[in-house]
């Protein structure tokens, strides 16, 4: 069973108490700070758009009202907990434990940090083992994310359903569609990615990105980040793309006749997916723990080495962190129509136009063809390929209107 | 370690096909399937399969029971049916024989393949399993040079699957619906 488990060189060979207590550790710390995250983003994400918004925001509770959220959780846990008499009983009580445990599991799989220089591949020495600052490293490293997030809409559907009343269905039916949807972009931008790397693992991912001119989002061109960033607020359901809640339609969405502890794992597992994915998407484009750095010269901090790419990946995944506070305060909900317009005729199609250069690309180079001409025939194909789609768009659209739909 | 493994996957799809087969309720027979699919992965694991293990949750777990529920709430299905009414008189006895068939055939094959699954060495296991993407490139060159033709044949199936829905779903509406619609 070596190696079958990992490719961490701790798990290979005789697995001794030691081993065991590192592992053990792993698993409490990933929960622990995915808890502790979740609190201070909540408590960010307030502050930040009550900036935005000339408010104060939270102040009272704990310095800069930093224990606001711990307060919150505190009242959550006392207030009486209802159970609708319509409700699915068993599913009911089900779903808010679908939606947290794969908002925990996905960030099992990103490399926490760890020294990236040279040829050390992020491995570091803890209690005499070597190994990667990271809970798992399963063989099909990004795939597995990818899995989990495509459970993750368990939750949200079953939690709407279960509820017995209109407005969370409308909820759950919304999230599916949105999340099936949206999954095929993510998929195939993802797809970009390991095209270029070469590799499933995460860790393998952010190896090869040592400087910013071998960032992901560097080599596999701009445009998968920007589609995989577009797909990933999709499937977060965060705005602008939360019709899955939109409280001005549907009450509360697909929470609605939550209360108590139970509405409270759905909060913690929505913000914690927010962390996860702006975990993810350094990971993938932005080179994860490894040091900023152009060419040859990195910005060194004044720290160890195994901390730094813990403050690094801090640094980035904060930033990220900010930019979806940004898009919650700074842009209007999508209709429905428009929501399922983007996703099905601009983001897939984009996305595997995108990676069919990407591909052709690599073929040239391996069979020697010249790379501009390669590039330009490829384009042209494309191009051809969008030209018959607007089309087809066009002309379905015609129809409709000659039908009397309204858009 | 292997068997006990093999003991909970087992217990997991048994357990989901029985839900499967026996809840009355649509949305819980869907979730029953989840179960049973999520047992197969698990046993896709176990077999160093791991691309096998992710795809089935990403596409059957991920994309299809997810459309099945889709349908089954849209449609507003999801109340407990009466298991003793029978639409169709036939399709008892039909599914009966058609079970019988399958798990013969199923019996049928193991037997004749007892040799080669008791033998360890000839497993699943790709050549060189230990290695990071070991599985990812083993499936993409069978796939990809040695069933070319068969995966085309696949992917053509699949279209014309998509196409004829399509064409399903926009017949022409009769004269007197409004206007007529370009298929």
Redesign the interface.
Known sequence: MTGQLAVDPMLEGGIGWAVVLVVVVKVLLVFVVGLVATMLMVWFERKVIAGMQNRVGPNKAGPFGLLQTLADGIKLFFKEDLLPERADKFVFRLAPYLALVPAFLAFAIIPLGGDFRGDKAGIVTLLGQQTRLQLADPPVGVLFALAISSIAVYGIMLAGWSSGSKYPLLGSVRASAQMVSYEAALGLSLGCVLLVSGTLSTAGIVDLQTSIGNWNIVTTGFVPFVIFLIAATAELNRPPFDLVEAEQELVGGFNTEYASIRFALFFLAEFMNTITMSALIVTLFFGGPQPIGIGDTTIDLPIPNAIEGTVWLLIKVIAFLYVYVWFRATLPRLRYDQLMDLGWKVLIPGSLAWFMLLAAQRVGREAGWDQVVVTLATALVLLGGYGLLSRANRVSRENRERDGAQF | ??LFVFVCSAAMILVGALGVVTRS?P??AA?SL?LTLFGVAVTFVAL?A??L???Q??VY???IV??F??VI??LGV?RAENLRIEPLRVQRPLAFVVSTGVAAVVIAAIVRARDSLADPSRGLAPTG??A?????REIAREIFSSNTFAFELTSVLLLVAVVGTVLLARRQRSPGA??P??P
């Open positions: 370690m292997a309720n949305v819980h979730l989840v160093q791991h691309f293990a992710a795809v949750v990403i777990a991920g994309a997810v459309l529920l889709f709430m849209l999801d399993a230990d990071h993407d070991a599985n990812v409004g206007h619609v370009r």
